[in-house]
């Protein structure tokens, strides 16, 4: 089937408005996060647009909705050897292992350069040990620009054999309890989530009971690839995170459980932020449909630098094309049949 | 660093040139802001994201007047193999310039270019500027085969001093590329030294260059995923003004970098004093 043979399903409410579209440019695409709003629900993936500055050749980074840096941790980390890429099918899998200069470098040289420039930074912050995490979100307190903190779980806790945080509820509400405790009050504190866990709505609820204020899904995939040349695997860390168009389903199929869970009310409602494969404005609004109030994208930033802010202009269109005149009213409406 | 745009870019042009492929782009901005060591990076795939990654090639010629930029490549795998079916007319997603250029001696220098395979893209722009400020320049050309040899007749047009070798020897000198390399370098009193090319051949060049006391500035090529410092995929250690070595990225802080900072010995490893490898415990 193509996409011309399909007929395009339109907002019920949109009969209020007279027709089956609404003008593109009237659609409101105030985006809920945590307990306030931001201008519009597009952001950029951890750990694919650096702190910023690459990006802004391209975009004006004050017109995403906010921008994610690259996780950061307390001390500067070298990253793993080389090779730490390989492309997949629809795909990529990476090994970059965190490299980065720190917190105080961050704060000191890169927060600064991101606020003169109107950019809203959701910090992405990891790190061993539990007070890691908290070093990293009491540096932030007070600092320009930065309108909330992504705690990246997938990183390997040194007190627990190396399982990442995200492997269980109960680690993953101790790290978010304890930035939570640390981060400034008004500060949203969004928890980054795994897609291999054995239940991802656990742990979620896990870390709403914590007190975070959003959920970022999904994190990269764990996997393998082997070079059948030197008959070895092809990363220098051999395991890295399958990332791309490739697990799209899967980090929709997350949004869609969480989301699930909140309706029923097994979990309190919060806003989530749907990753995991967008490419354009047509993927975006699965995850919103899905029950995602926000959307990063990733992956597809290493394809095409604009994507974030073309990613946004489709979206703006699909909500329209399909008479919707708010973003918000697209929130979770899969979910309705 | 160069400032890098994006564009949707016409192919006038896709020809065979030896064991490679010549493609002219024309778009508007580009071809103005090219320097010698700067590269491209081209969507191979933009229809459904089955192979996303950008594949990022040295820029041979750029002409302002035309608005075109030519590259080189090989096929390597799907990504260039695609590349290579495009046609005459078909529209590719280009960002360039990318990179930071080779820097290029003030005044009058002598100096030798050394090329592997199709590393003499980048190098030929690099020579024309040497020349038109009063230098003079040498080539060796080296390749495994003389099939995979690039650009000796246009070398040759440049200047008499070209060396050409073959690991087979099918062309030219039998062996590597470092075995004429000392003797040329003496003979053209070459001030400064550029090498393209395959990594093994670069550490060697710059191990001659560091022996003989002689400027080296080396074209690197890591794998890349983004090719405008977003990814991190493309870094190598190089020892840094300050002394101190870091993982830098290819893409941004190279291509070009001086063969004496780049720790040859520890691509594809993390030795412990590089900055940040003592917190390389856990993720």
Known sequence: ?337 | MAHPVQRQAEIVELSPVGAYHRLVLRAEGIAERVLPGHFAALAVDRADGSLLLRRPFFVHRADPAEATVEVVFAEAGRGTRALARQRVGDVVDVVAPLGNAFPIPTGPASALMVAGGYGGVPLFGLAERITEQGGSVGFILGASTADRLFGVEQARAFTPDVLVTTEDGSYGIRGQITLPLTEAMRAIEARVVYASGPTGMLRAVAEVCAREGVRCFTAVEQTMACGVGVCMSCVLPVVGEDGVSRLVRSCVDGPCLDGSRVRWEDIGAVPPDLEGAAAMGGC
């Open chain 1, 1 to 337: 089937m193509t996409g011309a043979d399909r007929t395009v399903f339109v907002n019920t409410a949109a009969a209020s408005t007279g027709g089956t579209g609404v003008p593109s440019e009237s659609v409101d695409l105030t985006a809920p996060f945590g307990g306030g709003t931001l201008p519009n629900p597009v952001t950029t993936a951890s750990g694919c647009a650096g702190y910023g500055r690459e990006l802004a050749k391209f975009l004006p980074l004050a017109e995403l909705g906010s921008i994610t840096t690259k996780t950061i941790m307390p001390a500067p980390r070298s990253g793993r050897p080389t090779p730490r890429m390989a492309e997949t099918p629809s795909g990529m899998l990476n090994g970059i292992g965190l490299q980065g200069s720190g917190i105080e470098h961050f704060v000191a040289n890169e927060l600064p350069w991101l606020a003169e420039r109107g950019a809203r930074v959701l910090v992405s912050v990891a790190g061993e040990r539990v007070e890691d995490f908290a070093a990293c979100a009491r540096a932030l307190n007070g600092q320009p620009g930065v309108v909330g903190l992504e705690v990246n779980l997938s990183c390997p806790n040194a007190d627990n054999s190396g399982l990442v945080f995200a492997a269980n509820p109960a680690t993953a509400h101790d790290v978010v309890q304890a930035v939570r405790e640390v981060a400034e009050p008004t500060l949203p504190v969004y928890a980054k989530l795994a897609p291999d866990v054995t239940s991802i709505t656990d742990v979620a609820k896990a870390c709403v009971r914590a007190g975070a204020d959003g959920l970022s899904m999904i994190n990269t995939l764990p996997g393998v690839v082997i070079d059948t040349d030197t008959l070895r695997p092809h990363l220098a860390g051999v395991v890295g995170g399958l990332s791309g168009p490739a697990i799209r389903p899967v980090a929709v199929g997350c949004v869609y459980a969480v989301h699930a869970a909140m309706r029923a009310g097994e979990c309190a409602a919060v806003p989530i932020l749907g990753m995991g494969g967008i490419r354009t404005g047509r993927d975006a609004l699965e995850f919103v449909l899905a029950g995602a109030s926000g959307v990063a994208v990733g992956t597809a930033i290493f394809n095409d630098p604009t994507a974030p802010l073309r990613v946004l202009d489709e979206l703006r269109e699909a909500l329209a094309a399909r008479g919707f005149a708010k973003l918000t009213d697209a929130v979770g409406l899969a979910h309705h049949h």
